[in-house]
């Protein structure tokens, strides 16, 4: 398969799991007008009922909170096994991000880009992943520099 391929069944790994997400009952609420929305969005009266998961601003159920969290878990789990398995699909995953991430001109490209992927540097090398990465990396410095025109 080319690395065209790999990058949209990488792209339609990211609209499934966002999809679930969008249609998970969590909200969010930045100020107090908003939390009533929110409240409401979730099918929730009060906000004793509710928790906050990542502490950003969301807002689920008490009941929901380990449904979500298992959920986000396995979206992890889905990814990293198909990047351990298919080198090429963790190559054009890393390439996608390192686009996405601006990683030419980012001083924290390589944070960004594992964190992206809920992976550390030592996971990287646990998983065989080092040499699908910096693949991924000439490829996207190369077109940062032909195509691009900006290294």
């Known amino acids: 398969m080319n690395t065209n ?3 949209k069944e990488y792209v ?4 499934r799991h966002q999809e679930e997400i969008n249609n998970f ?7 107090k007008d908003q939390v009533y929305g929110a409240l409401k969005k979730i099918g929730a ?8 998961v990542f502490g950003t601003g969301d807002i689920v159920k008490k009941k929901d909170k380990t449904d979500l969290v298992n959920m986000l878990i396995g979206f992890t789990e889905e990814l990293h096994e198909k990047m351990k398995n298919d080198k090429e699909f963790a190559e054009a995953a890393f390439e996608y ?6 990683y030419a001109i980012n001083l924290d490209g390589d944070e960004d880009v594992l964190d992206s992927l809920v992976l550390t540097r ?7 992943l080092e040499e699908a ?7 996207h410095m190369k077109r940062a520099g032909e195509e691009w025109g900006i290294i």
């Open 45 to 52: 009266s009060s906000l004793k009922e509710c928790v906050t």
């Open 122 to 128: 030592e996971e990287l090398k646990e998983f065989g």
């Open 25 to 31: 009952p969590i909200s969010f609420a930045f100020s």
């Open 133 to 139: 990465y910096q693949n991924a990396r000439r490829k």
């Open 12 to 15: 339609e790994m990211q609209r």
């Open 97 to 102: 991000e390192m686009d996405n991430h601006e």
């Open 5 to 7: 391929s790999k990058r």
